[in-house]
Every structure is written in structure tokens, then in C-alpha cells.
């Protein structure tokens, strides 16, 4: 009794379903003798995607975070020994000071005033340019990405692919993540080439 009555609801879903044009259940039903069976798959119009994790497990995204670890790390390697050249050159000039005179030291520390500042300002750029790369590269590989996305939306016959962080509590079965990765991947590998 109860499983008929969940086939008619199911049923009514799915004629109530049609009539808008939007499909939310295809039905099955497999039925033997010995055990009446109903299967229901459910095909939702909304899909989403962990798009952090999309782009961090992607090759590209993968490749992306390693070459930014390696400037990263050289760019701290640079301005360590950009500070061990300033922290000497100030220490030297501190010493000479007594042994020069008062206009002689005061333009000699103004100079290097200069050159450090300028040094500052040189791995400021250099450090504000390395953070951009990363937002630069995601938005390059959504953009190439979007064509698979649209591409699982159209087999899913989904209306619409919603970013995770928008969804309270998204069913297992409309996330498509890890095949959008698959497909990414098959797609640009990791884009070096």
C-alpha cells in the first residue's frame, strides 16, 4: 500500500514535472513476480561545483600554486639579501660617520635613504604583482572552463550550475566537481604547453 502510494506521488511529480517543462524525475520501474521494484533517478535543474576546489585539484590550478610557491619562495630569498645589503651598507656608513664631515655624511645618508626606499618600493610592486597571479590564472581557467561546465549542464539537462558556497545543503548527486576536473583535465592537462 505504501509503495503505491509513493508510485502515485512519485507519478504526479513526474507528470507535474513535465507540464512545466522542467524535468526533476526520470522513472524507471522494474517489477518481477517476486519483488515489485520502483527506481527512481533523480535529474535535478540545478548542479553545483566547489569552484576552490574545482581550480586548487585541477592540473592547471595544481601547476599554478607550485609556480607561485616557487616565486614566492625566490622573492623571500631576494628580499633577504636586499636586507643584508642595506643592513650592511647603513652599518658602514654608521661607522664612517665620525671620520666624515657633518654635509659629506648628511648626503651620503640621504642617498641611501633614497636607494632603500626605492629597493622598498621595487619588492613592494614586485610582491603586490605576485599576489595578483593566482586571481589572474583562476579567472583565465574559468573562463576556458566554462565551456565544460556548460557542456555537463547540457548532458545533465540542468537550468542552471550554482557555485557551492550559494547552496545551504546541495545533495551528493547534482555535485559535479570531481568530473568537472576529469573533464578539465582531459581538456587543458595543466596548461603549460
Excluded: C, H, W, Y
Amino acid at each position: 500500500m505504501i509503495v503505491k502510494t509513493l508510485d502515485t506521488i512519485l507519478k504526479a511529480g513526474v507528470m507535474l514535472a513535465f507540464s512545466f517543462g522542467t524535468p526533476i524525475f526520470a522513472q524507471e520501474s522494474a517489477e518481477t513476480p517476486e519483488t515489485p521494484q520502483t527506481i527512481v533517478v533523480l535529474q535535478s535543474a540545478i548542479l553545483v561545483i566547489d569552484l576552490d576546489q574545482f581550480f586548487a585539484n585541477s592540473l592547471f590550478g595544481r601547476r599554478i600554486q607550485a609556480e607561485f610557491q616557487e616565486a614566492r619562495a625566490e622573492l623571500l630569498a631576494e628580499n633577504s639579501a636586499k636586507f643584508a645589503e642595506l643592513t650592511s651598507e647603513e652599518k658602514d656608513l654608521t661607522e664612517r660617520r665620525s671620520t666624515l664631515g657633518r654635509e659629506e655624511f648628511s648626503v651620503l645618508a640621504e642617498e641611501f635613504d633614497t636607494k632603500a626606499q626605492k629597493i622598498r618600493a621595487e619588492q613592494t610592486a614586485k610582491g603586490s604583482e605576485l599576489q595578483a597571479r593566482p586571481g589572474q590564472a583562476r579567472q583565465q581557467f574559468l573562463s576556458i572552463a566554462q565551456d565544460v561546465l556548460i557542456e555537463i549542464m547540457r548532458e545533465r539537462r540542468a537550468l542552471a550550475v550554482l557555485s557551492q558556497d550559494a547552496v545551504l545543503i546541495p545533495a551528493d548527486s547534482i555535485n559535479i566537481t570531481v568530473e568537472a576536473i576529469s573533464r578539465i583535465d582531459a581538456l587543458l592537462g595543466d596548461g603549460s604547453n
